[in-house]
């Protein structure tokens, strides 16, 4: 059963960075293309950015209001994701969910973790 | 932000059939297959149908979706309990500057 136990999350003042990480177990992660995706409270869900597997150069994608301040990468001998959060913003605020990459689709995604970005 | 547009809420009582909505553009539900997410607020997001109108292994045949130009839709039939959620469409956009997925504004459902 692949599961994905996000962790990192936690209030930070604007201007602050967060690292977040994904567990992932159940499947083969080192063959895995990743995905964070984020959800502000009463908005729809957002996507972050993803990460490739090495196979396919371990190269990322970010959308553009993250582009130069967040990093996505992954440790395949330890089976995790992470997600660094740099110069965050009011506007960060959100529960942020890693999730498997088909690459066409999101099959599999974790319980989240909330981030809070407030003075 | 969201740039798939879906109505707020939809509701139906027990056994009937729902329909949700979907409306986006050419650069992405006009150009690129439609997926749906059915999220309970406290749980994983789960994946409903995938390329239009397949489900993964699991998913009742009770859920599927379809695809007309910009605008997709889907549809619950024999609505149960257990299908009060938030039902997101997403789809990939053709963006200028990149890889971008793109999500709906999120339809509740409610079941009388």
């Known amino acids: 059963e692949v599961q994905l136990v996000e962790s990192g999350g936690g209030l930070v003042k604007p201007g602050g960075s967060l690292r977040l990480s994904c567990a992932a177990s159940?499947?083969?992660?080192?063959?895995?293309?990743m995905t964070w995706v984020r959800q502000a409270p009463g908005k729809g869900p957002e996507w972050v950015g993803r990460?490739?597997?090495?196979?396919?150069?371990?190269?990322?994608d970010y959308a553009a209001p993250v582009k130069g301040r967040f990093t996505i990468s992954r440790d395949d001998s330890k089976n995790t994701l992470f997600l660094q959060m740099n110069s965050l913003k009011s506007e960060d605020t959100a529960v942020y969910y890693c999730?498997?990459?088909?690459?066409?689709?999101?099959?599999?995604w974790g319980q989240g973790t909330l981030v809070t970005v407030s003075s | 932000q969201s740039v798939l547009t879906q109505p707020p809420s939809a509701s139906g009582t027990p056994g009937q059939r729902v329909t949700i909505s979907c409306s986006g553009s050419?650069?992405?539900?006009?150009?690129?297959?439609v997926h749906w997410y059915q999220h309970l607020p406290g749980t994983a997001p789960k994946l409903l149908i995938y390329?239009?109108?397949e489900r993964p292994s699991g998913v009742p045949d009770r859920f599927s979706g379809s695809k007309s130009g910009t605008s997709a839709s889907l549809a619950i039939s024999g609505l149960r309990s257990d299908d009060e959620a938030d039902y997101y469409c997403?789809?990939?956009?053709?963006?200028?500057?990149?890889?971008?997925?793109?999500f709906g504004t999120g339809t509740k459902v409610t079941v009388l």
């Open positions: 999730t498997t990459d088909d690459p066409r689709y999101f099959p599999n």
């Open positions: 159940g499947f083969t992660f080192s063959n895995a293309w």
């Open positions: 990460i490739k597997s090495e196979a396919y150069g371990g190269t990322t």
């Open positions: 050419s650069s992405n539900i006009g150009s690129n297959h």
């Open positions: 390329e239009i109108n």
């Open positions: 997403a789809a990939w956009d053709n963006s200028l500057s990149g890889p971008l997925y793109v």
